[in-house]
């Protein structure tokens, strides 16, 4: 029978033949598992490998048994025996490297599933809350002074004049990362929330109620402001992140400003100059329809709207500029600036 004839006829697959490597590749993975409980009769592992492998194995199987058992002298001459036995002794080889990068294979995927459910647990297990109250005298109106640089700033009216309630939860793989400073000096309250590794994932919430009439500074390194219903001069200042401040009644010098981000206000003003300003984001202001002021807008890279008619916009090829005066006498000010987004002046 020529070399050919011994090819085709190996690709004729029989149970026998399957369960005989079966039972080979089951010796060999009981000993890299340490269990025999799921390999099926010998085929648990023969049957992970892909039919046009198997097919190439048996094969392999039966020309090196072409010529262990005898038959190679059916072969012309000695080259011939040579290809056949050379090529029996390397499917073997490929047999047992197959094996041991199908058991490799699937160890490293399991490893991999049980890092994520755990680092997906931690990630949303791991978290901590801690909390801190300051009595307030009602000699002076109070003074919130909030550094935030790793998560979000919360502020709203509380029920009690003489108290300021400070909540903080931390989240993270390793919510001790986070830092909190506390200090208070008269009616000034100064919190501090920082994160001590660099390399940590670590963020820090804060939750903080006062009274209605208070002054705000807030500092965001990364996250968003929010503020509900407060009376007071306030400077909100964020590198990354959206100001909200909604139902607040503003005093002089007040100014809400971000990097990247939104401005969002709506309330009133009194008298002096106010400041609405973003780098890279919208700039939505909401005054009463009765309210006195002088507004200057202007957009480098996007539109302005105004609900005042006596706010004149001039629109050109990619930015904006407003001005105008609102009311009779007005002794408000108000600036409206961002470099790439649009500016929208309501009446509330």
Same mark, same amino acid.
């Given at each position: 029978?020529s070399?050919?004839?011994?090819v085709?006829?190996?690709?004729?697959?029989s149970?026998?033949?399957?369960?005989r490597?079966?039972?080979?590749l089951?010796?060999?993975?009981?000993?890299?598992?340490?269990t025999?409980?799921?390999?099926d009769n010998?085929?648990?592992l023969?049957?992970k490998i892909k039919?046009?492998?198997?097919?190439?194995?048996?094969l392999?199987f039966?020309a090196l048994?072409?010529?262990?058992?005898?038959?190679?002298?059916?072969?012309?001459?000695?080259l011939?025996?040579?290809?056949?036995?050379?090529?029996g002794?390397l499917?073997?080889?490929?047999i047992?490297?197959?094996?041991?990068?199908c058991?490799?294979?699937?160890?490293?995927?399991?490893h991999?599933?049980?890092?994520n459910?755990?680092?997906?647990?931690?990630?949303?297990?791991?978290?901590n809350?801690e909390?801190r109250d300051f009595?307030?005298?009602?000699d002076?109106q109070?003074?919130?002074?909030?550094n935030?640089d790793?998560?979000?700033?919360?502020?709203?009216p509380?029920?009690?004049s003489n108290?300021?309630h #400070?909540? #903080?939860t931390k989240f993270g793989?390793?919510p001790s990362?986070?830092?909190?400073?506390?200090?208070?000096?008269?009616?000034s309250?100064?919190i501090?929330i920082?994160?001590?590794?660099?390399n940590?994932?670590?963020?820090?919430?804060?939750d903080?109620?006062?009274?209605?009439?208070s002054?705000?500074?807030l500092q965001n390194?990364?996250?968003d402001?929010?503020?509900?219903?407060?009376?007071?001069k306030?400077?909100?200042?964020?590198?990354?992140?959206?100001?909200?401040?909604t139902?607040?009644?503003l005093?002089?010098s007040?100014?809400?400003?971000t990097?990247?981000?939104? #401005?969002?206000?709506s309330?009133?003003?009194?008298?002096?100059?106010?400041?609405?300003?973003?780098?890279?984001?919208d700039?939505?202001?909401?005054?009463p329809?009765?309210?006195?002021?002088?507004?200057?807008?202007?957009?480098a890279?996007?539109t302005i709207?105004?609900?005042?008619?006596?706010v004149?916009?001039?629109?050109?090829?990619?930015?904006?500029s407003?001005?105008?005066?609102?009311g009779?006498?007005?002794?408000?000010?108000?600036?409206?600036?961002?470099?790439?987004?649009s500016i929208?002046?309501?009446q509330?």
């Open positions: 029978m070399v050919s004839q011994v085709t006829r190996k690709w004729r697959i149970w026998g033949v399957n369960s490597i079966g039972l080979t089951a010796a060999v993975s009981c000993r890299q598992k340490g025999c409980e799921n390999d010998g085929l648990y023969w049957r039919l046009p492998i198997r097919r190439t194995i048996i392999g039966d048994g072409y010529v262990i058992d005898g038959r190679e002298k059916r072969l012309k001459n000695t011939q025996r040579t290809i056949v036995t050379t090529v002794l499917l073997l080889l490929t047992f490297t197959t094996i041991t990068a058991s490799g294979s699937q160890n490293s995927t399991v991999y599933s049980n890092s459910i755990e680092s997906s647990a931690g990630n949303n297990s791991n978290s809350t909390t009595t307030l005298s009602g002076t109070p003074t919130l002074i909030a935030n790793v998560g979000s700033v919360h502020i709203q509380g029920s009690n108290n300021m #400070v909540k #903080v793989d390793n990362d986070i830092q909190v400073n506390y200090s208070q000096s008269g009616n309250i100064t501090t920082k994160r001590t590794n660099t940590s994932n670590a963020r820090a919430e804060a903080i109620t006062l009274p209605s009439k002054d705000l500074q390194g990364t996250g402001i929010a503020v509900t219903g407060i009376e007071g306030m400077s909100l200042t964020d590198a990354t992140g959206t100001i909200n401040a139902q607040i009644s005093t002089s007040s100014q809400l400003q990097a990247t981000g939104n #401005v969002n206000f309330g009133s003003i009194g008298g002096g100059n106010y400041q609405f300003q973003s780098s890279t984001g700039v939505d202001v909401s005054l329809s009765n309210a006195s002021f002088h507004a200057d807008a202007k957009t890279v996007g709207s105004s609900d005042f008619s006596s004149t916009v001039q629109q050109n090829m990619v930015g904006a407003a001005s105008g005066t609102v009779s006498g007005p002794s408000a000010s108000i600036t409206l600036t961002t470099a790439t987004g929208h002046l309501k509330s």
